[in-house]
């Protein structure tokens, strides 16, 4: 049980960590709608409570004398550094007293405000008061952010997808994802420029994303460019670029004069999670349509189930294989109307 909770709780604080790692430096001490909570205000309550909580959290009341409670919720302009230290004071009390502690141990009595309760009621009380304000602090970095914000969850129109391989359903794995986002430097930088198909940098992560695919999908074809392609005019090969470091690619390839393939759409493993696919998939859809395409098709594979979570979010639907993919079993096809 212990660990269960415990597991629950860091799920929370990577959710939490992550919604602040994208809220700029300003946002964090703006209050929130109609002069409501703000970041900074979400932040010094659910530390100051879990300090209070469970600093010596069996030999003395929840409830400590120290903490002013109606603090927390003061205005305050804080640095991130300031606001990080607070976030980080509660989450250290929390899991040291979770560390002393074993499933033996739950039945035992703790108070909060002299109320006697079990440990395991008393557990249970602050992981659902520690999800409820952490889940106010992600909208509100959603609302700050608008249209850059990157889903901690399942995005929207993707669901489908995410139910065929629901990889984020155990706490620690839906913590790992998200802490991705708030470890990411930031992606602000990047940018997204059509280069020549035969440079040295296109080749050099296309190699990478075969090696990729081919621990994916052993002993199947990676479906790369053909010499044609590289030949072709028509070909646009885009490559992200963070600070001159080559991090992403994704190549528009015509298949008619008014039908587009989008292929080579990948983003370097330290990269991801940052919304930089997106970026690279929009700016296709931009270039096709400067070069009067009016439909783009794609393929990706069963074994990607983030590539597939990502076209349908962006608005792809799902379509009979085509062309070379007709044979292929693990192939999924996809095409979207401009």
């Known amino acids: 049980m212990i660990a269960s909770i415990e597991a629950e709780y860091r799920r929370y604080k990577a959710l939490g960590e992550a919604a602040i790692a994208q809220v700029a430096d300003v946002d964090l001490s703006r209050p929130g709608p109609n002069d409501g909570n703000g970041i900074a205000a979400l932040v010094w309550h659910i530390s100051g409570n879990l300090e209070s909580r469970f600093t010596d959290f069996r030999l003395s009341d929840g409830e400590k004398p120290w903490r002013v409670r109606d603090d927390e919720f003061s205005r305050r302009t804080v640095t991130r550094e300031e606001l990080l230290d607070r976030w980080k004071t509660g989450w250290r009390a929390l899991f040291g007293a979770l560390e002393g502690l074993t499933d033996a ?3 035992g009595t703790v108070t909060v405000r002299s109320q006697p309760m079990r440990i395991d009621e008393a557990l249970h009380r602050s992981l659902a008061h520690t999800a409820y304000h952490v889940g106010q602090l992600v909208y509100l970095a959603k609302l ?5 914000w990157l889903c901690l969850s399942i995005p929207l129109g993707a669901s489908d ?6 990889v984020f359903e155990r706490a620690a794995a839906h913590a790992a994802h998200v802490a991705a986002v708030a470890e990411a430097p930031p992606a602000g930088n990047v940018t997204i420029a059509s280069e020549p198909a035969g440079s040295l940098d296109a080749l050099a992560i296309c190699a990478e994303l075969d090696d990729e695919l081919r621990q994916r999908y052993p002993g199947e074809p990676t479906n790369g460019l053909t010499p044609g392609d590289l030949d072709d005019p028509a070909t646009r090969f885009l490559i992200a670029r963070l600070q001159g470091e080559v991090i992403g690619c994704g190549v528009l390839r015509r ?5 587009g393939e989008v292929k080579r759409m990948f983003v370097r493993p330290d990269f991801r999670g940052r919304g930089v696919g997106r970026r690279i998939l929009a700016a296709l859809e931009a270039t096709a349509q400067d070069d009067g395409v009016r439909t783009l098709r794609l393929e990706t594979g069963v074994r990607q189930p983030e590539a597939i979570r990502l076209y349908e979010s962006a608005g792809f639907r799902a379509i009979p294989p085509y062309g070379e993919f007709v044979d292929s079993p693990s192939s999924r096809c996809f095409e979207k109307h401009l």
Do not use: I, M, Q
């Not at 700050?144 to 850059?148: D, F, I, K, T, V």
């Not at 997808?161 to 629901?166: D, E, K």
């Open 105 to 107: 141990d739950v039945t």
């Open 161 to 166: 997808a995410y139910n065929r391989a629901p």
């Open 255 to 259: 298949l008619e004069p008014w039908l």
């Open 144 to 148: 700050l952010r608008g249209g850059e």
